[in-house]
C-alpha cells in the first residue's frame, strides 16, 4: 500500500472521516485511526504537537481532499489550529477544486475557486507570514494545468500586493480570481494538444494562441463578478512588451496583465515539466540567471518587488 503524508492536526474532533490514520515507526505504518472511529476529546492523536505528519493510504487521497474543502472554514476559524496547519488546509482546499475544475472542463466550477481565492486574499493580504508559508507549499516537481493556474494565483498575488499596496480587499479579490483563472481559456482547447509532451505543430501553437480570447468568452457569461481588470488580466497575459507577443501584438499592456505575464513566466521555468530535458531552476536560479531578461521585460522595479516576495519575514 501507498501513503502520503498530511498534516495531522487539521484532523478535528467528532468530525466524519472516510480515510484513515497511520504513523510511520522507522517505515513501517501503524493504524492510528481507523476511517470508521471518531475522534473525540479522548483520542491519543489530540496529544501530538502541531507539526506532526501523519499518513494515508494513497488511495484514499481524495477523500481526505473532500474532507478539508469541506472542512475549510471550521479550520481557518479554529483559534488552536496553528497559521500553519490552516494554510496547509487552504493549500489543500484551492488545488482540490483547481484540479476538479480542470479535469471536469465543468465551467461552474469556478465559483468554488474564486470562493477559495476571497479565504486565500482574507487570511494573506496583511500577514506576510502566512503569505510565505503558502510559498513553502508550492510544488514545482510536477506540472499539469491546475498546479499552474495556483503557482502564478499566488506569485501575481503577492506582487500586485507589494507592488500596489494602497489597493482595498475587494480590488485584491478581483484581481487575484483574474490570476487564479487567467488560463481558464486552455479548458476549450483540445486535451490531446494541452498534455502534448515535446513541441507544438504551428497548427497546434495557432491552437493554443486562442486560450486568452477563449478565457474572456467562456467567463463573460459564467461569473457574475466577471470584471473589466479580470479580462485585462486573461486577454492580455501573453501579450509582450515589444509587440511579439498574442493575441494582439499589443505594446501598450494593462499593469495586472503585466504581473500574471511575470509570475507565468516565473512558474515555467521553475516547474519540472516531462518532456523538458533541461532541469528546472531554483527559486534563486531563475531570479539571478534570469535577471536581465526580466528587467528588460519588466522594469527594475517589478523585478525586485518580486524578489522581496521571497524573503522570509522575521515575525
Ligand atoms: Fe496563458
Ligand atoms: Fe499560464
Redesign the pocket.
Known sequence: MKFVPIRLKIIRPSEKRRFDIYIMEKTKPILLLDKDLPLNENSPILEYNSNFIAFIPEKQLKEFKNFVSENLDDILNDSNISKRNKMYAMYVSMIDNMEELVNTRNINLCSKVTKDVSKFIAQTINDSMAISIMLSFIRNDSYNLALHMFNVGVYASMLTKRLHPELSTKKMEEISKGYFL??IGMLKIDKKIITKRGKYTEEEYKEIKK??EYGVEMLKNELKIFSPIMEKIILE??ERKDGSGYPYRKTEINEFARICSMA?IFDAITSQREYKENVPKTTFEALREEKDFFIREFGKNKYEAFIKCFYIPTK
Open positions: 487567467h488560463d486560450h486568452p497575459h501573453h507565468d
